[in-house]
């Protein structure tokens, strides 16, 4: 058997798994699609991102209110977005309407177009680590920071034992992480 580690938006995923091209999945949840199996590894908070030199980039912390008067920038359909559904309740229950930039970046772009406007990006925690290497700056949300659910998942047909052990170490490394 090979191991490919390959980069996939969540829909993406679930359509490669739906096919038999994948595996297994770590994607935002819940899932509910026919034929695939998951399990709720953990939540992770999910973070703004704003270019260097940009007016938040000197404070580690903002409220959606801070944020609010920023474009924020969407890469896709908010209706089809765990992260972009967590950010819009949260501000919402906070009573604050965020503006959403006119572009509709695909994901590949979507970090250029951070560095080189004042919009405002999103991105689970982890990603946001990631992304400081590309000179993006991260702020942690206040007073109440969203969350997004990432799942492992799996096509219910694959018997693949391989696939069983992997999933059962996920759980057990996010049980022991919580």
Do not use: C
């Amino acid at each position: 058997m090979t191991t490919m580690l390959r980069e996939m938006v969540s829909p993406d995923q679930l359509t490669a798994l739906s096919r038999g091209d994948l595996d297994l999945g770590l994607v935002y949840g819940p899932i509910d699609e026919d034929g695939i199996e998951s399990q709720f590894l953990l939540s992770v908070p999910v973070v703004a991102m704003v270019r260097a030199g940009h007016p938040l980039s000197n404070v580690h912390e903002a409220s959606f209110g801070d944020l609010s008067r920023y474009l924020q920038l969407t890469g896709t359909d908010p209706t089809s977005s765990v992260i972009e559904g967590a950010i819009l309740s949260a501000s919402q229950a906070q009573g604050v309407a965020l503006r959403k930039a006119a572009s509709k970046t695909d994901p590949a772009s979507y970090h250029l177009e951070l560095e080189t406007t004042d919009n405002v990006g999103f991105a689970s925690l982890p990603r946001a680590e990631q992304s400081k290497a590309n000179g993006l700056h991260m702020l942690r949300l206040t007073p109440v920071e969203p969350t997004v659910d990432i799942h492992v998942a799996w096509n219910a047909r694959n018997s693949e034992p391989l696939v069983n052990s992997v999933v059962g170490s996920l759980v057990e490394l996010a049980e022991s992480l919580r």
